[in-house]
């Protein structure tokens, strides 16, 4: 058992370093490093990543393809130098976007075209 962030993990003997990752309310993704998935998060989106490496840069990377396709991330890879047989925290900051399909067609039957800007009422950004 493994104590850290205010989480309980179960896992296997700890004796590297390890991550305590955060992916906030996205259960079940995938989380790893060197090319290889070694975890997922759970119904909080957190996750405990054994064996990296101390005093190295591990870059500990998401599964994209298991996040919804509204999440929007700065990075799904993120790089960290832990300590000795310690834990270092990772938090992926994702939020929720919102995305949407249209077809714009004037009065006369014509589309928009390509590259046209629209504008959301109510909303404080400009979309193209």
């Avoid at 799904?76 to 925290?89: C, G, H, Q, W, Y």
Wanted: aromatic residues 6%; negative net charge.
């Amino acid at each position: 058992m493994v104590a850290a962030d205010g989480q309980v993990f179960a896992t296997r003997r700890v004796q590297d370093s390890f991550a305590i990752v955060e992916v906030a309310g996205y259960a079940n993704v995938g989380v790893g490093f060197q090319g290889s998935t070694l975890t997922r998060t759970n119904a909080e989106g957190i996750a405990l990543l054994p064996r990296l490496l101390p005093f190295q840069r591990n870059s500990v990377r998401l599964d994209p393809t298991e996040l919804p396709i509204n999440a929007e991330l700065d990075s799904i890879e993120l790089e960290t130098v832990p300590p000795l047989r310690s834990a270092v925290k990772i938090t992926f900051p994702v939020r929720s976007g919102r995305g949407a399909l249209i077809r714009i067609v004037f009065d006369d039957g014509e589309p928009a075209p390509a590259g046209a800007e629209i504008e959301l009422v109510g909303d404080k950004k400009n979309s193209s």
